[in-house]
């Protein structure tokens, strides 16, 4: 499919674990975007990136949580030590430009926290 | 603190009627707003924008209508169907910025 692919779609983790989550953007959007929504609430931006760096990490947590894209094109979300309060749907999204343009989002990883 | 803020938790409407989903926001250096939808199990999918300088967008049975003075946005669907059944988001951003501020989201159910 052309759309963002995450993976995986569910994974359960126990407290202090670490976890990765990917995201396959749609092929050639330089933007990309990961969100993460809680139960009853709307996504919450965490990190945008601009090619291969980091433009805006703002929106991490704490520094258990980071991010990479070293080609520019998938990405990674990292989270160590995981806890409880880290569980929630992480949603990535890709645009082709910055600016105010709408972003594609995938289907979102669903992690829980045990 | 919420900045983005949809009040109505859901919303029932008879198919064909209009549904009225509304939105307010207190940051007045956004300017420009997105409402997306978004199925169970899936991520929200885009379905029309707006930017400051304009105070309507139509797109089909879409419509969406901006109050700038207000901080208050709004989105027609006109005639609703029983597809239209979703989670509606209202997002926002600033100038010159990337990231969306969602609000809580509107259940919409579109009553055959």
């Known amino acids: 499919g052309a759309g963002v692919s995450q993976t995986p779609s569910n994974k359960v983790t126990e407290k202090g674990k670490y976890v990765e989550l990917r995201c396959d953007p749609i092929?050639?959007?330089?933007?990309l975007y990961w969100y993460r929504q809680s139960l009853g609430q709307g996504p919450e931006f965490l990190i945008y990136?601009?090619?291969?760096?980091?433009?805006?990490d703002s929106g991490l947590p704490n520094d258990r949580f980071f991010a990479v894209r070293p080609e520019g094109s998938v990405s990674t979300l990292k989270i160590q030590r995981t806890e409880r309060g880290d569980s929630a749907v992480y949603l990535c999204?890709?645009?082709?430009?910055?600016?105010?343009?709408?972003?594609?989002f995938g289907q979102g990883t669903r992690l829980t926290v045990v | 603190d919420q900045q983005v803020k949809q009040n109505s938790p859901s919303l029932s409407v008879q198919e064909g009627r209009i549904s009225i989903l509304n939105c307010d926001y207190t940051?007045?250096?956004?300017?420009?707003f997105l409402w997306y939808k978004k199925y169970p199990a899936e991520g929200p999918t885009f379905l029309i924008s707006?930017?400051?300088?304009?105070d309507k967008n139509e797109d089909g049975r879409f419509t969406v209508f901006l109050n700038k003075s207000a901080k208050h946005l709004s989105l027609h669907i006109v005639p609703s169907q029983p597809g239209d059944s979703a989670v509606y988001f209202c997002?926002?951003?600033?100038?010159?910025?990337?990231?969306?501020?969602f609000g809580t989201g509107t259940r919409l159910t579109v009553i055959p």
């Open positions: 999204a890709s645009s082709p430009t910055t600016g105010n343009t709408e972003a594609f």
């Open positions: 092929s050639g959007h330089t933007a």
């Open positions: 990136f601009q090619g291969t760096g980091a433009a805006d």
């Open positions: 940051n007045s250096m956004f300017d420009y």
């Open positions: 707006i930017s400051s300088i304009k």
């Open positions: 997002a926002a951003s600033e100038t010159g910025a990337n990231n969306l501020f």
